[in-house]
């Protein structure tokens, strides 16, 4: 089968994208106030589409701390702060993630929102990948506290299309395959600091490379409340793979201009996304 290599919508010549780094802590407004001072930044320096990290408004001291603070979908404290974000400041706005409320007593969706510029949700991704790692004195079971989604997730904006993953879904080819031909993918997340220093950078930049698009890859970058470290070096992938930003540690802003002419350069030289026969 033969994928259309752009989108429908005609795209602009560049886009202005932002990814922000935070070292959440265990109070969700306290979160929220440096979720909106970034946001802001970042728009003041004139980005149009922005990108929150995965766990963005806690990473509690336990597992099941999210699930106290879970919302229903449409309604409460954080979506109705990123709705507000997105419609003050008039940026396409990646949410990261937050727990929305599931089917199961203690457990959660981790739920990667879109807001448009006028501040309507316009995209939900439930997370497909629960990460699992045990080893050197850690242990990470997100199947505890997560339900998992099955869904992937893309949509048509005006900037292109954008695809959507979170965190461990980047060992996963398969599911941005299923994404269609995306221009751009957020991809949200925490990694942690032993995970992320052998393998975040490689994941992300094959990503970019074999879609031949665009990666805003957003982290959780510190010492967190729990003991917890997260890896950081959020970043902004071209589809070559070639790094046109990062912060390897701490909260801040990454900005980088996102040029499409590169990218119908790089999928016309090299068509090889035309070329796949599996």
């Not at 979160?31 to 970034?38: F, G, K, Q, T």
């Not at 993953?165 to 990694?191: H, K, S, T």
């Not at 393998?199 to 698009?213: D, G, K, V």
């Not at 790094?243 to 701490?250: Q, T």
Request: proline fraction near 7%.
């Amino acid at each position: 089968m033969t994928l259309p290599l752009t989108s429908p919508t005609p795209r602009p010549e560049t886009v202005n994208a932002a990814v922000v780094q935070m070292v959440s802590t265990p109070n969700v407004a306290e979160n929220l106030a440096r979720a909106e001072y970034w946001v802001g930044e970042a728009a003041q320096a004139g980005a149009e589409l922005v990108v929150l990290p995965e766990y963005f408004p806690l990473m509690g001291l336990a597992d099941q701390d999210k699930v106290a603070v879970r919302e229903p979908f449409g309604s409460g404290v954080i979506q109705a702060a990123m709705a507000d974000w997105a419609q003050r400041f008039g940026v396409w706005l990646v949410g990261g993630t937050l727990p929305l409320a599931a089917p199961v007593a203690n457990k959660v969706f981790n739920a990667s929102l879109v807001f448009a510029p006028s501040g309507e949700c316009v995209a939900r991704y439930d997370k497909i990948h629960l990460f699992g790692f045990s080893g050197l004195g850690e242990r990470y079971n997100e199947a505890d506290s997560i339900v998992a989604g099955t869904q992937p997730v893309a949509l048509e904006t005006p900037l292109g299309r954008l695809g959507l993953a979170v965190c461990y879904d980047l060992r996963f080819p398969e599911l941005f395959r299923a994404l269609g031909v995306p221009d751009i993918v957020a991809v949200p997340a925490a990694f942690t600091a032993l995970t992320g220093e052998a393998h975040w950078l490689p994941l992300l930049q094959a990503r970019a490379i074999e879609n031949q698009c665009f990666v805003l890859a957003s982290a959780q970058g510190g010492t967190h409340a729990s003991g917890r470290r997260t890896h950081g070096h959020s970043l902004i992938l071209d589809p070559w793979g070639k790094v046109l930003a990062m912060l390897p540690h701490g909260e801040g802003v990454v900005q980088a201009t996102l040029d499409f002419r590169v990218l119908n350069s790089v999928r016309s030289r090299l068509p090889a996304l035309q070329h796949r026969v599996l």
